[in-house]
């Protein structure tokens, strides 16, 4: 099972991206779907989350400006950023639950993306 994260980039402040969070693999189903970003000095962070019921939650630092969402058809989950600042600077790391296939448990296993670089220059 692996999970690829993609969209990052360089963008002015007040600009806007769209993450991408794929899974693949031996998958019988993705739970919820997270993405977490690191800054440099500072602490990793949940920034959003997704429930597979569509439920989403967002830290305070982020509300009304990041949108998560999810296709389970394509087994991925995006994060459209708008409005975004300098401080949103960071890794931006995604995060699941995932139920591995062909198992005899319905225990999720949490797997990691490799993380994508977010810059906002002011």
């Known amino acids: 099972v692996q999970l690829q994260a993609s969209g990052g980039g360089l963008v002015q402040a007040g600009g806007s991206l769209r993450l991408s969070c794929a899974a693949s693999g031996n998958i019988f189903r993705v739970n919820e779907m997270n993405w977490y970003r690191q800054a440099p000095g500072r602490e990793r962070e949940l920034v959003a989350a997704i429930s597979r019921d569509g439920f989403t939650n967002y830290a305070d630092s982020v509300k009304g400006r990041f949108t998560i969402s999810r296709d389970d058809a394509r087994l991925t989950a995006y994060l459209q950023m708008n409005n975004l600042k300098p401080e949103d600077t960071a890794v931006y790391l995604c995060?699941?639950?995932?139920?591995?296939?062909?198992?005899?448990?319905?225990?999720?296993?949490?797997?990691w993306g490799q993380g994508t670089q977010v810059t906002v220059s002011s």
């Open positions: 995060n699941a639950g995932i139920v591995v296939g062909n198992t005899n448990t319905t225990q999720p296993l949490y797997y």
